[in-house]
C-alpha cells in the first residue's frame, strides 16, 4: 500500500465518520496465516504418492538398486527398502522445497481453509483493535488479506444487532474486485465509503459525538 492509498483511505474514513456516531477502523496484511499446514498436508500426500508409485512399479527400486550395486544378479530385500527409503524421503524434501515458495503454498490451499483463516485472523485484530472500544459499541472493522485477496467486515455489538451481515455485501464486492485489479487502496477507499452510508443509516451522528479510535489505515 503505498503513501497515497493511506492518505485516500483515511481521508475516506474521517469523510464517513463525520455522518454517524460509528468508528470505522481500516486494517490491511500481508497475508492472514503461513499455510504451514497445508504445506505440510501435501508433501505427505507427495510422499505417500511416490509409495504408490513404488508399490505399482517395483522395478523401479530394482533400478535404483543397480545403480548402487550394478554387479549383482538379484536385488535384496533390504537394498530394495533402501531405495524406497531414499526416494520417499527426497518427494517430501523436494514438496517441502518447492511448498515453502508462497504463491504455489497458496494456489495450493482450499479457499475454504482460506477463508476459515482470513476470518479467525480478522476477528483477532477486531478483538484487540475496535470491539468495546467504543462507548456505544459502535466499531466497525474493514480487514484486507492481500495474499488471500480476502476481506471481512466485523462489527461491534450494537452494529451487528442492527445490520444483517448481508448488507455489507456491495462494500465486499468493490473491494475484492479493485483488489484483484491491483487497486487495494482504492477498493478500500471505496469500501468505506460504503460502510458509513450503512452506518449513518442506522446511527446517524449525534450532537456531541467524538473520534474514539484512529482514522489511520493500519498496514500489518
Known amino acids: 500500500m503505498s503513501e497515497a492509498d493511506h492518505a485516500a483511505v483515511g481521508a ?13 477502523v481500516t486494517v490491511v496484511a500481508p497475508q492472514s496465516d503461513s499455510y504451514h499446514d497445508v504445506a505440510l498436508h501435501w508433501a505427505v500426500l507427495a510422499m505417500l504418492g511416490m509409495l504408490a508409485l513404488l ?45 515453502a515458495w508462497m504463491p504455489l503454498r497458496l494456489a495450493l490451499t ?35 488479506s492481500l495474499a488471500e485477496r480476502r476481506a471481512e467486515i466485523i462489527a461491534d455489538a450494537a452494529i451487528y444487532a442492527r445490520v444483517a451481515p448481508e448488507v ?23 469500501a468505506v465509503e460504503r460502510i458509513g452510508a450503512v452506518l449513518a443509516e442506522h446511527f446517524p451522528r449525534t450532537e456531541g459525538d467524538i473520534n474514539e479510535l484512529s482514522d489511520r489505515l493500519v498496514e500489518l
Open 55 to 99: 508399490a505399482a512399479f517395483p522395478w523401479t527400486a530394482e533400478r535404483g538398486w543397480a545403480l548402487v550395486d550394478p554387479w549383482a544378479t538379484r536385488s535384496p530385500t533390504g537394498g530394495l527398502l533402501a531405495v524406497a527409503l531414499v526416494l520417499v524421503t527426497a518427494t517430501f524434501l523436494l514438496a517441502r522445497l518447492l511448498l
Open 110 to 144: 482450499p479457499g475454504s481453509t482460506e477463508a476459515r483463516r482470513v476470518r479467525r485472523r480478522a476477528v483477532e485484530l477486531f478483538r484487540v483493535a475496535a470491539e468495546r472500544q467504543t462507548r456505544a459499541r459502535t466499531g466497525v472493522m474493514l480487514y484486507l
Open 12 to 24: 475516506a474514513v474521517t469523510a464517513a465518520e463525520k455522518r454517524t456516531d460509528g468508528e470505522i
Open 168 to 190: 455489507w455485501g456491495e462494500a465486499m464486492g468493490g473491494l475484492l474486485t479493485a483488489t484483484r485489479d491491483g487497486r487495494p487502496g482504492e477498493g478500500m477507499a471505496a
